[in-house]
């Protein structure tokens, strides 16, 4: 099991950017691809972002491609998420989660695969 806990989030008006942090503690992060999702009221959690266990793999959900990166420093056991040209609709809590996993290039991209939680960051874009 890994714990993790988000930082980053916060108020910004449309077209600005936050970067997300979430630092894990626990077992061998490097182990472990990384996701973000994020939920926002009376909606189900969707996929945002994954970056494999080396980082050589990224996977983006269609509203974020283009203006969201993710990242991560294995040595700092913390995974990022850039977001740029933020828009309303972007305003959801926004969620780390860890995926044990043998292949190092394999991004999940379903809420089932992932066995470990932070607690959530919100993010506000107002217009």
């Known amino acids: 099991q890994v714990q993790l806990v988000e930082f980053g989030g916060g108020l910004v008006q449309v077209g600005g950017s936050l970067r997300l942090s979430c630092a894990a503690s626990?077992?061998?992060?490097?182990?472990?691809?990384m996701g973000w999702f994020r939920q926002a009221p009376g909606r189900e959690r969707e996929f945002v972002a994954g970056?494999?266990?080396?980082?050589?793999?990224?996977v983006y959900s269609d509203s974020a491609k283009g203006r969201f990166t993710v990242s991560r420093d294995n040595a700092k056991a913390t995974v990022y998420l850039q977001m740029n040209s933020l828009k309303p609709e972007d305003t959801a809590v926004y969620y780390c989660?860890?995926?044990?996993?043998?292949?190092?290039?394999?991004?999940?991209?379903?809420?089932?695969?992932?066995?470990?939680w932070g607690q959530g960051t919100q993010v506000t874009v107002s217009s």
């Open positions: 970056i494999s266990r080396t980082g050589s793999n990224t």
């Open positions: 989660a860890a995926c044990w996993i043998s292949l190092t290039i394999v991004v999940p991209t379903d809420v089932s695969s992932y066995d470990d």
């Open positions: 626990g077992r061998t992060f490097s182990h472990y691809a």
